[in-house]
């Protein structure tokens, strides 16, 4: 197996590794956010109101449903964003290890081949 394909197959391992553990640390986040969110709400609109049981349930749901959407859509971001992030570093890195390490082992493979066929 070629060098080139056994980086880039530890390359996606760590990746998708590292893509699950911020997936699971950030869903965790913006969720527990979205559900103080939605605590704050209530109790605000607790305070302001005059009658407590003009709260209902039913806009309690829909400020619940809102903030979680939110919170699932920014995971999306983040995951959108990190996933950029790790193919730019992947192409970074490939094109280091071919100008850095494979095209000069080449050169000199190359080079030990004239000689060894010369004498």
């Known amino acids: 197996m070629k060098l080139l ?3 880039n197959l530890a ?15 950030a869903r965790n986040l913006l969720q527990r956010d979205a ?3 939605v605590l704050d709400r209530a109790r605000f609109q607790l305070e ?12 309690g749901a829909q400020v619940v449903s809102a903030s979680m959407q939110r919170a ?4 999306m971001t983040v995951m959108g964003l990190l996933c ?7 192409v970074a890195l490939n094109l ?9 082992v080449q050169q ?9 066929l010369a004498s």
């Open 48 to 59: 302001k109101s005059s009658v407590v049981s003009t709260y209902t349930a039913t806009p």
């Open 96 to 104: 280091l290890l071919w100008t850095l390490v494979i095209q000069p």
């Open 11 to 25: 390359f996606i391992a760590i990746f998708l590794g590292g893509l699950a553990v911020s997936a699971l640390i």
């Open 108 to 116: 000199l493979s190359a080079l030990s081949d004239r000689v060894s």
């Open 72 to 75: 699932d859509k920014a995971l």
């Open 35 to 37: 559900q103080d969110d």
């Open 84 to 90: 950029v992030v790790f193919v730019l570093i992947g």
């Open 5 to 7: 394909l056994k980086f």
